[in-house]
């Protein structure tokens, strides 16, 4: 977030600034949405809704489960949230008391490791890495309990994943959720980046069991990360406690976003086009990271992110980005968020603007390099 706001402060001074930190697509929600929204807008007519999101809106959801993954999936289960983020806070409160262990992945989404701490959770962050298969195994959660001497209450992963774009396999999301429901832990599944996976399964963890909490979301697939709009499939004893917390914290979802969600749904054929897009920029920075000394740190299986190690250029990520938005007006992530243990090795670049960004950012980042 300094990143941005720099890079904030240099577009307000007229600077040509490219983007490459944020995870956020450079198009907009599908037009089928924004017309939903506009009729809504005329109408006049919004207002609370339940607290877990319209009737209509949670079937289809339901429907687009049995579409895409073949699971027959009872709407009831759905929480629509105001954003994935609400649903991380509802599944939290939810699932831990203070003082819990929760098991998460290093590196990983900043904000776990942040509302969980706010919450009074403990987190124990777990490596992983080409070692691994940049997936989470109950043999590492297992020794992470040895090591913390206490025994954890939820393990939380992502697929893909934020920053790496790894990609658990169908395998190794079965063997956590077993592993899970063995020992009485909470299973927490971030699934925001389904429809963006290029290699490897895209399993939900529905289509293993019926004990996880998969959180979703409308922001990434969809382009409506500004409509904070997303949702949770929950183990049908949560669903009555979880819609009376939302009910407490949140009242419920905006009504807008929620009729703009619905009517997204719909918009499969220009978000494949965008999706398309994506593929593209991949296959450059695949093909020119490596050529400018900056090989990739996990494999971009998933997600818009590329995983980079710039320990060939500085040993400091934080400084490397800061220098390269001040002098090339560049903008990508340093990895300390990420990873606090060795984040200051890594970066990570998103490739979810426009090809013509993507391209003239890797040319002016190949220009600096080459006077440094």
Not at 53 to 73: P, W
């Amino acid at each position: 977030m300094d990143v941005l706001a720099e890079a904030t402060r240099l577009k307000s001074e007229g600077k040509n600034v490219i983007s490459m930190a944020v995870g956020q697509p450079a198009h907009p929600a599908p037009g089928v949405a924004r017309a939903a929204a506009a009729r809504a807008l005329e109408a006049g007519k919004l207002g609370y809704t339940d607290a877990l999101g319209l009737k209509s809106l949670r079937q289809a959801i339901a429907t687009r489960y049995r579409r895409q993954y073949g699971i027959d999936l009872d709407p009831r289960r759905i929480a629509v949230t105001t954003g994935s983020s609400a649903a991380f806070n509802l599944a939290f409160l939810q699932l831990f008391n203070p003082g819990d262990l929760v098991v998460i992945t290093r590196p990983g989404y900043p904000a776990y490791r942040n509302i969980l701490s706010a919450l009074g959770l403990r987190v124990v962050e777990i490596a992983v890495g080409a070692d691994t298969g940049h997936a989470l195994t109950p043999a590492a959660i297992e020794a992470a309990e040895r090591e913390a001497g206490a025994r954890v209450a939820g393990v939380l992963i992502a697929s893909p994943a934020n920053p790496t774009g790894a990609v658990h396999s169908r395998q190794a999301i079965a063997d956590l959720d077993a592993w899970c429901a063995e020992s009485g832990v909470a299973f927490i599944s971030d699934e925001i980046y389904h429809g963006l996976t290029w290699s490897g399964e895209e399993t939900t963890a529905l289509s293993v069991s019926d004990n996880a909490v998969v959180i979703n979301s409308f922001s990434k697939y969809f382009c409506m990360t500004g409509w904070r709009i997303g949702w949770m499939v929950l183990p049908e004893d949560l669903v009555r406690p979880v819609e009376c917390l939302a009910q407490s914290l949140y009242i419920s979802p905006p009504e807008l976003s929620q009729i703009a969600a619905e009517a997204a749904l719909d918009g499969i054929a220009e978000m494949d086009a965008v999706r398309a897009g994506y593929q593209t920029n991949r296959a450059l920075l695949a093909r020119r990271l490596p050529e400018l000394a900056l090989p990739f740190a996990a494999p971009m299986d998933g997600a818009f992110y590329a995983w980079v190690d710039v320990s060939g250029h500085s040993n400091d990520s934080m400084a490397f980005a800061r220098q390269m938005l001040a002098d090339i007006h560049v903008a990508a992530t340093p990895g300390r968020d990420f990873d606090p243990v060795d984040g200051a090795r890594f970066m990570r670049f998103s490739y979810a603007g426009s090809h013509a960004d993507m391209t003239t950012a890797l040319d002016r980042i190949e220009h600096w390099l080459g006077k440094r």
